[in-house]
């Protein structure tokens, strides 16, 4: 896994995990790699320090002067970006169907009139959701990961 800082054509700044850096410059080259904040797929990586790990004298130290800080659990949302994603994600998990693998077949069934539409969210690979976008079904890839879904 590879943490890349990113920065849309707008200025909004994000980070991001990618399996690998091939693996972002394919999501990337595929446009789908979006702007947390506004949805551009116009982004770019952006110079970052790397995350390097103190000697372990060094980091007892840190981790003791942490422990009296009140920033709060990593749990919460440090930014508003992140804070609009966590009620993003609350309001399709409590107004939407979780289908699983199942999403690009009943996206499709719902489009082609086969299935009453309905809220859905779910999960596809690379292949169903690009066939999805140029078979016009209107998708919209989302910024976090189903929660308590069998990930």
């Not at 995350?51 to 009140?70: H, L, M, S």
């Not at 609009?84 to 693998?101: C, D, F, P, Q, T």
Request: hydrophobic share 35%; net charge negative; glycine share 8%.
């Amino acid at each position: 896994m590879i943490q890349y800082a990113l920065k849309c054509c707008e200025g909004h700044q994000f980070d991001s995990w990618f399996q690998s850096a091939s693996a972002f410059d394919k999501l990337q080259s595929a446009g789908l790699v979006t702007c947390a904040t506004c949805g551009t797929t116009q982004v770019s990586k952006v110079l970052m320090a790397p995350a390097v790990r103190p000697a372990r004298a060094t980091a007892q130290k840190d981790e003791a002067f942490q422990g009296n800080q009140t920033s709060g659990p990593l749990s919460t949302p440090a930014s508003p970006e992140e804070q609009k994603i966590a009620e993003l994600r609350r309001s399709i998990e409590a107004n939407s169907e979780y289908v699983g693998g199942e999403f690009a077949k009943k996206a499709r069934a719902m489009h082609d009139g086969d299935a009453p539409e309905t809220s859905i969210y779910g999960e596809a690979n690379l292949e169903e959701a690009k066939k999805l976008v140029e078979d016009g079904v209107p998708v919209l890839p989302l910024p976090f990961r189903p929660s308590g879904k069998d990930n």
